[in-house]
């Protein structure tokens, strides 16, 4: 059973010596990485965070950073949050199918995720 999956962001986190991270690999949650978030402080007081604190668990790699804090996931740009949180949703809810541009012409495709791990 596959239970990590690479990515490509849209844009891509900067770090503060200027490199570029787009590619990365998220896991399937477990049970844990929905509820811990919830007892995260930073929730606690804006509901909104635990969001972020959930993406931070389920990334392995985001470029050469592993594993990826909140703190990273903070600083990415709003379409690369949204692109992962998608990616977590359809990974996790049952839908494999990602909506993705090619980073070099930029013609729109869907992706099946779980394509490489069914049966013949």
């Given at each position: 059973?596959?239970?990590?999956?690479?990515?490509?962001?849209p844009?891509?986190?900067?770090?503060?010596?200027g490199?570029?991270?787009?590619?990365?690999?998220?896991?399937?949650?477990?049970?844990?990485?929905e509820?811990?978030?919830?007892d995260?402080?930073?929730?606690?007081?804006?509901?909104?965070?635990?969001?972020?604190?959930?993406?931070?668990?389920?990334?392995?790699?985001?470029?050469?950073?592993?594993?990826?804090?909140?703190?990273?996931?903070?600083g990415?740009?709003?379409s690369d949050?949204?692109?992962?949180q998608?990616?977590?949703?359809?990974?996790?809810?049952?839908?494999?199918?990602?909506?993705?541009?090619?980073?070099?012409?930029?013609t729109?495709?869907e992706?099946?995720?779980?394509?490489?791990?069914?049966?013949?």
């Open positions: 059973m596959k239970t990590a999956f690479e990515f490509v962001l844009r891509g986190y900067l770090d503060a010596a490199d570029l991270h787009r590619d990365g690999v998220m896991r399937l949650a477990t049970a844990r990485d509820v811990d978030p919830l995260d402080p930073r929730a606690a007081a804006n509901p909104a965070y635990a969001s972020i604190a959930l993406v931070s668990r389920v990334l392995v790699r985001l470029g050469r950073i592993s594993p990826v804090p909140p703190a990273i996931v903070e990415l740009f709003a949050f949204v692109y992962l998608e990616m977590y949703l359809q990974l996790n809810e049952g839908t494999h199918h990602v909506a993705t541009a090619c980073p070099s012409c930029g729109r495709f992706i099946d995720l779980l394509a490489d791990t069914e049966a013949a």
